[in-house]
C-alpha cells in the first residue's frame, strides 16, 4: 500500500510536456524507434554552443530564419525550454498525427545535437517511450485540444492530471462530452481564426477596383443583378437591381471602402446625397463607422451600413455559390468541428 501512495506521488509531481511532428510519419518512426524525440529549425546549429540565454537563442534564431522576425520569440522560446527548461525524469507527451495514437515517455538525457542532413529534427532528447499508447478517445475534448497546440514544444498543465492518470493505471476521469466546455473553445476558435483571414485577405488583397469586384460578385450570388457605375458617378460604386434592366425599384446604389478605419458621418451622407426617390443606399467597409455614422443610419430606414464583421458573415453565407475566380481569393475548405449540446 506504501510504495502504490509513493507511486501516486510521484505521479502527481511530474512535469509533462507535449511535442509535435510532421503527418508522413517520418517522425513517428524517428522518435519511437530511436527512442527520441525532436524539434527541427534545421538551419540552427549546435545550440549547446549558445550561451544559455533567451537573447542569445533569439539572437541565433533571428540570423538563421532571417525573413520571420515576428516568429523568433516564439521560435526561440521553445528551443529554449527544450534545452534548458526542460529535466532529465520530465515525462513527454507525443500525439502522433499519422496513427491518431497518443505516446508517453520519459526524459533520459540532456539536449543532444544531430548534424545528419537526413535528420529532420537535429535538436534531440532521448526518450523511454512507454510500450503501451494510449487511444484519443481516452481523454476529453478538452485535453486533445491541449495537446493539440499550435506550438511544436509546449509545457501540458490544465489537463495534466488525465494524463497523469493514464500514466499512473488509474481511470482517466474525464468530463462527459455534454458537459465538455472545451467542445465551444474548438468551435469559437476555429470560427474566430476563419473570420480573421477572410477579413485579413480582403484587406491585404484587395484595394480599390478589386474590392469593389469582389463585392459585386458576393451581392449577385445574394440573388441582385449588379454593375459598375460611370466615373463621373460620386460616391457609387456599384448599382444593384431584382430585375434584369434595373428598371424595377428598389434601385440600391453601393459605395465600397477598403481601408479598414473608421468611417465618418461625412462619408455615409455622401452617399446619401446621391439617392433618388425609391433608391437605397449601401455602404460597406472593411473598417467600422462612427457613433454619428450608425446614428444617421438609424435615421434612414432606405439606409444600410455593413462593417468588416457582416461583411465576413455574408461571405461565409454565400460562399458556396462562389465562382472558381472569387474562392481562390479566399480559399476555404469545408470541415466539421464539435457542436457544443443544448442544456
Known amino acids: 500500500m506504501a510504495k502504490a501512495k509513493n507511486t501516486q506521488k510521484f505521479i502527481s509531481d511530474i512535469t509533462l510536456w507535449g511535442i509535435h511532428a510532421g503527418k508522413t510519419g517520418d517522425a513517428s518512426q524517428l522518435f519511437l524507434n530511436n527512442k527520441l524525440a525532436g524539434l527541427g529549425w534545421e538551419k540552427i546549429g549546435d545550440l549547446s554552443k549558445v550561451p544559455p540565454t533567451r537573447e542569445a537563442f533569439k539572437e541565433e534564431v533571428l540570423k538563421a530564419y532571417p525573413e520571420k522576425p515576428s516568429a523568433v520569440p516564439n521560435n526561440a522560446g521553445q528551443l529554449f525550454r527544450f534545452i534548458y527548461e526542460m ?8 500525439p502522433d498525427k499519422l496513427t491518431r495514437n497518443i505516446h508517453i515517455g520519459q526524459v533520459s538525457s540532456d539536449y543532444t545535437y544531430n548534424p545528419k542532413k537526413s535528420v529532420s529534427y537535429p535538436h534531440q532528447r532521448h526518450v523511454e517511450w512507454k ?12 485535453a ?31 468530463t462527459p462530452i455534454i458537459a465538455d466546455e472545451a467542445l465551444a473553445t474548438v468551435s469559437e476558435d476555429t470560427e474566430e481564426t476563419t473570420k480573421d483571414f477572410i477579413l485579413k485577405t480582403l484587406a491585404q488583397d484587395l484595394k480599390g477596383f478589386a474590392l469593389e469586384d469582389f463585392i459585386k460578385h458576393l451581392l449577385e450570388c ?3 443583378h449588379v454593375r459598375f457605375t460611370r466615373k463621373n458617378e460620386p460616391a457609387i460604386d456599384l448599382i444593384a437591381h431584382r430585375d434584369h434592366l434595373g428598371l424595377e425599384p428598389p434601385i440600391i446604389k453601393v459605395q465600397v471602402k477598403s481601408g479598414e478605419g ?23 467597409a472593411l473598417g467600422s463607422y462612427s457613433n454619428d455614422a450608425r446614428k444617421f443610419e438609424i435615421s434612414k430606414p432606405n439606409f444600410r451600413l455593413i462593417d468588416g464583421e457582416e461583411l465576413v458573415n455574408l461571405i461565409l ?25 443544448n442544456q
Open 262 to 284: 473608421t468611417i465618418s458621418h461625412g462619408d455615409v451622407s455622401a452617399l446619401n446625397g446621391n439617392l433618388g426617390d425609391q433608391e437605397f443606399g449601401l455602404f460597406i
Open 87 to 94: 529535466k532529465i525524469g520530465d515525462w513527454m507527451i507525443f
Open 144 to 174: 486533445l485540444h491541449e495537446i493539440g497546440s499550435a506550438m511544436s514544444f509546449f509545457q501540458v498543465k490544465n489537463y495534466a492530471d488525465e494524463f497523469k492518470s493514464a500514466l499512473s493505471g488509474e481511470k482517466i476521469i474525464t
Open 222 to 224: 445574394m440573388g441582385y
Open 317 to 341: 453565407e454565400h460562399y458556396e455559390k462562389f465562382d472558381s475566380k472569387h474562392k481562390g481569393i479566399i480559399p476555404l475548405k469545408r470541415m466539421y468541428v464539435p457542436e457544443p449540446f
Open 131 to 142: 510500450k503501451n499508447y494510449f487511444s484519443r478517445t481516452q481523454f476529453s475534448q478538452g
